[in-house]
């Protein structure tokens, strides 16, 4: 694995004019605070690396991909959480993702309130009319300036933990084969994606799924298996993908003057993470609660000492350094499988 963050932060101007983000809580940078759910994190431990040391409701210790990838991209300040951004600065863009969102409407509604991503995209149409305002009414400006940013989608997730592989919340595992749930969510997640061309996205990146049946929530629910995760879990997240990929080619044969990429996070993850120091890869760094958004660490605990020699941070999300992992390697392919057709730097610097 190469975990080493490429710093190119060295002009003043980002390489793209704005950058947008739609997720669950691997990206959620403080949409759920007020949210009545237990998927949201505005308590410490989280942020114990943030700057300042703050917890802003991302599910992390520090910062999550999304943050970093903005400071690839060149951006100096945080994109904001569409929640709480009011001012002209949307038009450098606005992170939607929420904790506990899905593909599917249902998805999470365990959890509490949460803002699928259905909402996201409803969201994101009025902020296009906004921006559209703030920049003089000129459809055509806006139009060619939107064309030029980038959109990170990363969805599903929840779709599997918080909904099919929960039988006693969700009927799905009933009703679907995990092929056939495959085929139902990536059918609704290509519309999805499509509608983001509709909006005037023309530079799309689409996060595959991780292997959640290694998260330490997981693997306690279900118990290992001899691959030390709930192979279940990882073989119906990997129908998924496999059907995501061939998504990717036919959005782009659909829409020439677009191009959207796919992230293999498989890929990025896999390999020998003691190679760059993780010594603990199946305890979460946090104490995590059992009966607050059951995996989320328990609020005032102190947190393990080094977050730099674990991958998870609590009983779901990983720490900051497995996000700068996948980040840096999202932004710059250490390997040809990590990202498809091109990574995110070549997408940035492509002219459509
Ligand atoms: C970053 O945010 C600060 C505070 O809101 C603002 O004053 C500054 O202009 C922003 N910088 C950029 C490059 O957007
Ligand atoms: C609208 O924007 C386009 C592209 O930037 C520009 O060529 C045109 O002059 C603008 N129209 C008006 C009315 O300002
Ligand atoms: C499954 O759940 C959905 C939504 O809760 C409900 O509409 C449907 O009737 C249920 N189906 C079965 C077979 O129980
Ligand atoms: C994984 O473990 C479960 C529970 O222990 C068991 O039922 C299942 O057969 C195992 N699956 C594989 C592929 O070994
Ligand atoms: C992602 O990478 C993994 C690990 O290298 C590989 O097995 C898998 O086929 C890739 N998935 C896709 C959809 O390309
Ligand atoms: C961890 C890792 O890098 N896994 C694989 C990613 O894909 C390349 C091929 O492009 C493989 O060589 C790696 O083993």
């Keep these: 694995m190469i975990w080493m963050l490429q710093i190119l932060i060295t002009t003043a101007e980002p390489q793209v004019p704005c950058y947008f983000i739609f997720g669950d809580s691997l990206a959620d940078n403080g949409n759920n605070n007020a949210l009545a759910t237990q998927a949201k994190v505005n308590y410490p431990p989280y942020g114990v690396d943030f700057p300042g040391g703050i917890a802003t409701g991302r599910f992390t210790n520090g910062e999550n ?7 690839l991209l060149g951006f100096l300040n945080y994109t904001l959480p569409h929640a709480t951004a009011t001012g002209p600065e949307i038009v450098k863009g606005l992170n939607y993702a929420s904790g506990g969102a899905g593909i599917l409407k249902r998805t999470g509604r365990n959890l509490g309130e949460h803002i699928n991503l259905d909402l996201q995209l409803k969201h994101h149409g009025m902020i296009v009319s906004k921006i559209m305002s703030l920049q003089g009414n000129n459809a055509t400006f806006t139009k060619d300036y939107l064309s030029k940013c980038i959109y990170t989608v990363g969805m599903g997730s929840n779709d599997y933990i918080n909904n099919y592989f929960m039988p006693d919340k969700y009927n799905t595992s009933k009703r679907y084969t995990p092929d056939q749930y495959a ?18 996205a023309r530079k799309v990146v689409v996060f595959g799924l991780g292997l959640i049946g290694c998260t330490p929530a997981k693997v306690s629910d279900f118990g290992a298996n001899a691959s030390g995760c709930v192979d279940k879990i990882n073989a119906a997240v990997t129908l ?10 036919e959005l782009n044969n659909k829409f020439g003057s677009a191009k959207y990429i796919y992230i293999n996070t498989t890929n990025i993850s896999l390999g020998d993470p003691s190679s760059i120091g993780f010594t603990v890869f199946w305890a979460p760094c946090c104490k995590p609660s059992v009966d607050f958004g059951k995996g989320q660490c328990k609020p005032n605990q102190p ?48 002219k459509l």
């Design 303 to 350: 947190p393990c000492n080094d977050r730099s020699k674990y991958i998870f941070w609590d009983g779901f999300h990983p720490t900051e350094k497995v996000h700068m992992g996948t980040a840096s390697r999202a932004y710059i392919a250490a390997s040809p499988l990590d990202s498809y057709p091109m990574d995110i730097r070549s997408l940035a610097l492509l």
């Design 183 to 200: 085929d139902l969510l990536i059918h609704k997640y290509s519309r999805q994606l499509e509608s983001l061309y509709i909006h005037g």
């Design 65 to 71: 991909a999304a943050d970093i990838l903005g400071k």
């Design 240 to 249: 998924f993908n496999e059907r995501l990929k061939p998504i990717i080619d």
